[in-house]
Structures are given as C-alpha cells and as structure tokens.
C-alpha cells in the first residue's frame, strides 16, 4: 500500500497589530495619605473611648464606639488595595 503524504500546516502568522498606545495609570498620591489616615482616626477613636471610660467620642453609641473605631481601620484595609 502507497504511504499518504505528510500535510504540512502553515506557520501562524498573527495579523498586523495596530500601533501600540501606552496606557496612562491615573496619579494615586492619594491612597497612601486617606489610608494612614483612616488608621489614625480609627486608632484615635478606640483609644479616645477607652480613655474617657466611655463618654466620648459619642455616649449615645456605648460599646458600638469600638465597632466605629475597627470601622475606621477596615476602611483603610479598604483603601491600601488601591495603592500601587
């Protein structure tokens, strides 16, 4: 029996690409300052009620003050993913 011939297939050539455009990433100077910023405030906020034995920051909020707090810091956690 004869042997087929081998079919070759032709090489890949991708299309011509168009010009290449650099993508501008936008200026973030501003998450590093609102990040260490969120943690203060919320650091200051826990340490401000345990120091008052819990008149302040707001004694209508009781205990919730330390929720506020954490509240805070997790927002910063929040806002350090944007940084780059």
Known sequence: MPKSRIRKKADYTPPPSKETTAIKLSNRSWVAPLMLAMFFIGLAWIVVFYVTDGD???DALANWNIVVGFGFIAAGFGVSTQWK
């Open 56 to 58: 302040l920051p707001i």
